[in-house]
């Protein structure tokens, strides 16, 4: 049953981790609201590292986001947090699969690979939270925009002054600002946390499992018998007692 439920850690963990990468990566963490908008031949959409609009003509063109300062806190947060719950999910990822049972190392002993599991295990549920904060933020910021966007005449500036977050640059060059909806990398970024999260309860639970069980029995020290101190023979008392009796 641990075995199992290690195993079955492993291959959630490289799924979660594969996924987070995925998103991560993905620039449609938002994407232009056409519900009630005008027709219109280009449509924009917003990740972490880029911003791209498609045309009518099915061409895409993305400008990148270079730079750190000129970005809001909370944007960078949310770039940190990826960032740092993929480094934790491979590094789990890898020291999962020295940890796998049927995996023989040299000389290790299950002490040591039950130990291993755990460490991967909570490094699992450390990058899963990560992966679930950063999103989050990021979608809590896009429903904030979404609510507040209204009509500007010297729309320009994007996605800055509707979220505070630059995760826009206005290609559109519209006057009305546009709205933004959650995007495809928001639910892959989601899918993945919480498989990382389980993969590490089942570490967790699996280090248990695999622990060595402990001997029950209790040594019982031996106790040589005593040897029993026997009275001395003596003539003289007895001759004294015979002496009484004449």
Known sequence: ???ALQTGGFVLGLLGCGAVIAATG??????KDR???????V?????LWADCETGSSGFTECRPLYGILGFSGAFQA???LMIVGIVLGVIGAMIAVFSLKCLKMGNMEDSSKAKMTLTAGIMFIIAGICTITG??????????????????SNYGGGMNQGMGMGMGMGMGGENMMPRYTFG???????IGAALLVLAGVLKCVA????????STYTGVAYKAAQAQNKPVYDQHSEKRDNQKYV
């Open 135 to 152: 999103p989050s933020i990021y979608a809590n910021q896009i429903v904030a925009s979404f609510m507040t966007t209204s009509y500007s």
């Open 207 to 214: 280090f248990k499992g695999l622990q060595p069980e402990k």
């Open 26 to 31: 993905m620039n449609n963490w938002s994407s």
């Open 78 to 80: 949310v770039r940190a």
């Open 1 to 3: 049953m641990a075995t």
């Open 184 to 190: 495809p990398a928001l639910f892959v970024a989601w």
């Open 43 to 47: 449509y924009t959409y917003k990740g």
């Open 35 to 41: 519900q009630g908008d005008m027709v219109t031949s």
